[in-house]
């Protein structure tokens, strides 16, 4: 499956203000030639249909979501995706659709627009001459600056921006809403850091100044010709801070599909595209904390790069705390002996590890112990000329990845994997294998549930009930389980007990090593209870919902 | 709309827009009532519309090897349009797949896929694997579903039973799906359970299972340890042994046709095939 659906067409950077309204910046650019050769061509059916939606569509930017679609049947036509459409656009339509149409009641508000399979998504920021004022209070309190700047300044504030607007352009098709929000949280990031910079420092007043005149002077030594033209935002990323920070920003998502960075070397701006570094396409904000929330206190951590590459990714002001808990994770241990180790909370553990699931450096699994049951994964690619074959050789060496893969398609414990007296494998190595494997997202574990379901009971409506325990259970079900014939006279009452005890997990809702946590028992009581009353019980095993895959089905 | 409006003055002529109203009217009450709508703008032009709900069936792809089976709401051929589909929809009995509908109509395996694609999409028709007793299935997380919604509950009970007087119950329903594993053929767990055995059909509770997504089919897929570039090149059958196709898949390719249980007889006999199930 290809993630690149998701990666944004390009980037833009436009002002308004007293001198009118531009387009900056914008990323990726064209050699100038290409453009006229394109716009040339007498058969392109983008040019057509272009100026007709687009005149429809700019004059109401303020209910972007609709497409002016039904009429044209021809724009299915051989289009492969935006990108050749956006190429379509001159800077002087971008420059109007960013800016000119955005009025001030738009201003500080989420900006989509949807042009045919283009969407633009920004958030225009308004700076107000109030800021400036207040920025300009703060001025003679700093010494670096030259003493005639605050005599500039009204004149300056007078010809200043009034807004400025970073959009991301985006493939219309195949896009949710959710992914246009991401866009537009970076989007709101970005300016607000830059919006702070400009109080700060006069940031934006200095990078628009630096990228007008780039243009002037492009465009100038363009007309008086003599060598090929270039492109001035090519020329702008030279030199200029603010067109360096929007290609890293560009650059960083499509290639990782999350940023870092900092504006005006002072704010740091993070961000990270969900959908793309978890390869869910469809994993929108709210399905991945609803995923973290479901965190159990027996789970545990598997880190999904080493130790140091996540530490090295860390922003430096990054708590300590955090790094010593990278440095005693282990996908053996489950969070409440994490927590222990770390002398911390278990709160804060999951706090913690919820930081590190989001980001994609880690991932929630079941911890690794003998008694765990494996299977392939059906997303597992297993391919016999793959990458992950030679990498899993130049690791173990010995055993193939299909071998194992093999022995492992069988269900069953880990310990009865591997013949105990092999002699090229110790538990050590199978361990390690069996890691190596779940990062790789080959294996996943399968947990049994377990359902009491007693013999000839039609009516199942009270495995419906939440707090469901002994009293609550009808008399039918009641008697069927103490007809147990297996229950012998002296062990009865103990047996009983214990299995009156387990009745509010047995909806077939948890696992076997949830109710192990849940009652504080041995794997080996609980079979056994289990299997004293097997007849009324029902048992499944299959993966647990809540961690091998984002689940989207409680989410709306 | 705009093309009327060009050919025939819809909008600006005084007569016709007085309909306008109306027409809109139309639309919004059809669209949300029945949520498809066929407006005459004209003598000579009509307007279809219909609501999709966005991202339905949207990923559903279709394979030779696929076995289509109508859903229960499926009504009437009337509805249909395509001749195409006309021709496939009384080959669809559950049992014939993709491949073999398309030799029969004597269409392009492609189209028929279209098609078939087509009907999933308007959630008349759904694809399962191909069923056979050596088949093994697997157990998926919304079989408690089974447990909490009454009316899949009785749909599954409604299906399944081979007799009226002879009903399985819901317990011995779930016993045998629980009991669906990697390694379990279908043959074993009827074995297993003689005595529910006896009262479902079989055929008939797997694919109601993959249905509603409470067990899945696990495929068989033979990996050659030697594989390498002139494996690919050699016409044998070791060629599709490279773990992106499973067993199903490539009794298709081949040729000569052979049985499964040829295959399998291939695969076991040769040391350098391992096999893998997911």
Redesign the interface.
Known sequence: MSFSILDPLGVFFSISGAKGERLLFRYPFEILEGRKTRGANPYSLIVTEDIKNRSSNAENTVDSKRCSR??SMVDDVGVPSGAQRLRSFSDKTLAHIFAFNIKTPLYNKKFVVKIDDVVFVGHPMHITAGINLRALREIPANVDKPPQDPLQRPSHTGSSISMFHIVFALRAEDV?HFVIDFYHKLSLKLALAINHEEQRDDFLQKQVKGLTSTIEEVAESNRKGGHSPVSPYGVALGKNQLAILLQRVYDDIVREGRTSVRVNNWINVSFCLLPKIHRDVELSEAALSEHIRRMKPYHGLLLLSSEQEIASDLPIDASSGLLRFLRIVSPLCNFQQLAMEAGTTLNQVFAMAGHLIYWAKARLIFPVCETNVY????N???????DNVEEFHQKFSDP?L??I??DF???QPLRDVVPPFSDNMDTGKLTQIVIWCLKKELLMQ?HT?V?L??????D??Y??NDKLDWMSLPYEVKDKVMLNPLLKDEQQQADFTAFMKLVPHL???VHLEEIMFDLNLKRSQLIIILDKFRDVL????????NLQCFDKRNVP | ???TQVEACLISTETSKITLPELMLRLLTDLNNLGRCSVELNKSSTLFLKVVPA?RNKSAAVHDFDVPILASNFTSLAALEDLTTRQIVPLIDGVKNVHQISDEVDADPDLVKSCVQNMIFYNVCKVVPAFHLTNVY????G??RL??N?TL?RECLKTVTKAENDAP???DI??L???M???ITVKNLLARHTTIANKIDEKKFCDFGVMHGLI?RVYK?P???R??QTTVKANTTLRW????HHTDDILQRIEPALTIADLDDRIEADHSV?????
Not at chain 1, 380 to 386: F, T, Y
Not at chain 2, 138 to 141: G, L, N, T, Y
Request: glycine share 6%.
């Open positions: 039904s009429s949710s299977a392939i994964s059906p597992a690619s297993i391919k016999v000329l793959s193939s299909l071998e893969l093999s398609s069988m269900p399968l549930y359902c379901i007693p013999p000839d009971v039609k199942l409506r495995l419906r909806r077939g809702k029902v048992h499944a095993a299959h993966e647990d919902p | 709309m705009s093309r991202n697997r157990v998926m997380p079989i408690e447990i909490f009454g509950q119950s819901i317990r779930m016993v799906y629980g009991d594993q990697i390694g899945s897929y990996l050659y340890t594989y390498n042994f490279n773990g992106a391992v096999v893998c199930w997911k």
